[in-house]
């Protein structure tokens, strides 16, 4: 079996697992907002992560690629990581490759350029769908929940300590503008319920 046949199927095991696992995870984790309670692999390593460790924290989740105009937010978004992650903040990246066809490279690829080009540390997932019929777990309900879909690459969406979707930001709004930064400090004063 070559190698991209082999990814594919690994692909739909994972899939169904982690669908009925997120039944059980979901159950498992009762303080775990039904929007996070999800499993997604890492970019890194294609590690399971489950998003209910983001519990509690102020998270901006942005839909991302390597080819496009809106690439240097990676830089903003790293900065806002790092100044607000000790008070409880984290940007959530995931790698799509459907607009544009801006993402077309592996994880590792995509990994390898976000560590090299611009060192970022926030956390990353595996490329996975965040528009039309059939997007994410995660990005289908934010569209749900918002009544937005991403229109483009860097499309954000940011929810509260108490995972609620609280607002959403298209591609041209930068991730240190007062528009995302005030929110950001606002959420970040409230407490969890």
Not at 104 to 126: H, L, Q, R
Not at 160 to 174: A, E, I, P, Q
């Amino acid at each position: 079996m070559d190698r991209k046949r082999r990814n594919k199927v690994a692909g739909w095991l994972f899939t169904l697992f982690f669908s009925i696992s997120g039944i059980e995870l979901a159950n498992a984790a009762p303080n775990c907002s039904p929007l996070l309670s999800h499993t997604f692999l890492r970019l890194q390593d294609e590690a399971p992560q489950s998003l209910c460790q983001y519990q509690g924290k102020v998270i901006l989740v942005v839909n991302t690629a390597s080819y496009c105009g809106f690439t240097s937010q990676y830089d903003g978004l790293e900065k806002i990581y790092a100044k607000y992650k000790d008070r409880g903040f984290v940007v959530l990246g995931f790698p799509s490759n459907d607009f544009g066809q801006q993402e077309p490279g592996s994880n590792k690829e995509i990994a390898d350029f976000c560590k090299n080009t611009y060192d970022v540390k926030f956390p990353m997932f595996a490329k996975s769908v965040v528009s039309g019929s059939a997007p994410n777990p995660l990005f289908k309900m934010l569209i749900a929940k918002t009544g937005t879909t991403p229109k483009w690459n860097f499309y954000k969406y940011l929810i509260d300590r108490n995972g609620n979707v609280v607002d959403s930001f298209g591609s041209l709004t930068k991730p240190t503008s007062n528009s995302i930064t005030n929110p950001i400090e606002k959420l970040l004063e409230e407490k969890v319920q």
